[in-house]
């Protein structure tokens, strides 16, 4: 036979994952709750993340509580992250610029209180890793 005249392939069944033991995502839900709590504290707190506490928080919801899950998704402010994390991996512009800005302003609090200056060095050049990875992932599309 041509390829052309080959039969047509049935597409692979897709196969759905087994429910997580209760126990699981009970664990899970915690999690969640508790990363969203670490979230709010790092929104007003200097040094503390937000975004990666967001996004485990959505991680653990989407496996334990479609429910908790669906309202991190349509947040007002956490969903278009979440949104764009989703789809594609993508960081927008906006977030970017935001980390960059706390961040720096971390690394000059840091700076000028640290006791140690090799301590600094290490919060500073940690703070430097991120920013660069997180620079290097795309943007949305149209964004």
Request: hydrophobic share 55%.
């Amino acid at each position: 036979m041509t390829p052309a005249e080959d039969p047509p392939q049935n597409p692979p069944a897709v196969v759905e994952p087994r429910p997580l033991p209760l126990v699981v995502r009970w664990l899970l839900m915690v999690f969640a709750g508790l990363c969203l709590v670490l979230a709010a504290i790092g929104v007003v707190a200097p040094g503390m993340p937000t975004t990666v506490f967001v996004l485990m928080a959505a991680w653990a919801a989407a496996r334990s509580s479609p429910r908790l899950h669906r309202w991190l998704l349509n947040h007002r402010l956490f969903g278009p992250l979440l949104r764009n994390w989703e789809n594609g991996r993508t960081v927008s512009r906006r977030a970017k610029w935001s980390a960059t800005a706390a961040m720096a302003f971390c690394a000059v609090v840091i700076g000028f209180t640290a006791h140690k200056p090799w301590l600094a060095g290490i919060a500073i050049g940690s703070m430097a890793v991120v920013l660069a990875w997180l620079w290097r992932r795309p943007e949305p599309q149209g964004g």
